[in-house]
C-alpha cells in the first residue's frame, strides 16, 4: 500500500510559477517510477511527467517541456514539479502516481497508486 499526497496547487496569472509536491508514505517505493498527470473538465487525463525513484531518467509531455521540471527528494518520499511560464492551457486537476514498470511510463494504466489530486488554476 501507497499512501500519495498532493500540494502546491493553486490559482496564479499566465506566466507565473508553481511547485507542486507529492509526498509518498507506506510501502517501499525505492524500485518504482512516479509520474505526474493532469485532468481538466470533460478531458481525458493526460501523461506531464515523469521520473523513476532511483537513477536521473525523466520524461516530459511535449506541452511542457522547457517549462516543467520533475525532480526527487528520495530522503522526504517526496516528488516535485515545477511548473514555470504557466498558460491557460495547464489549467487542471494535478495529480502524482506510483508504478512499477522497468521503463518510464506514460499511461496512466502503468500505474498502480494515485493521490486525491491538486487543483492549478491559471488565468488570463
Known amino acids: 500500500q501507497v499512501q500519495l499526497v498532493e500540494s502546491g496547487g493553486g490559482l496564479v496569472q499566465a506566466g507565473g510559477s508553481l511547485r507542486l509536491s507529492c509526498a509518498a508514505s507506506?510501502?517501499?517505493?525505492?524500485?518504482?517510477?512516479v509520474g505526474w498527470f493532469r485532468q481538466a473538465p470533460g478531458k481525458e487525463r493526460e501523461f506531464v511527467s515523469a521520473?523513476?525513484?532511483?537513477?536521473?531518467?525523466?520524461y516530459y509531455a511535449d506541452a511542457v517541456k522547457g517549462r516543467f521540471t520533475i525532480s526527487r527528494d528520495n530522503a522526504k518520499n517526496t516528488v516535485y514539479l515545477q511548473m514555470n511560464s504557466l498558460k491557460p492551457e495547464d489549467t487542471a486537476n494535478y495529480y502524482c502516481?506510483?508504478?512499477?514498470?522497468?521503463?518510464?511510463?506514460?499511461?496512466?494504466?502503468?500505474?498502480?497508486?494515485w493521490g486525491q489530486g491538486t487543483q492549478v488554476t491559471v488565468s488570463s
Open positions: 521520473i523513476k525513484w532511483s537513477g536521473a531518467t525523466t
Open positions: 507506506g510501502r517501499t517505493i525505492s524500485s518504482s517510477g
Open positions: 502516481a506510483v508504478g512499477w514498470r522497468p521503463y518510464i511510463a506514460s499511461q496512466a494504466t502503468d500505474y498502480t497508486y
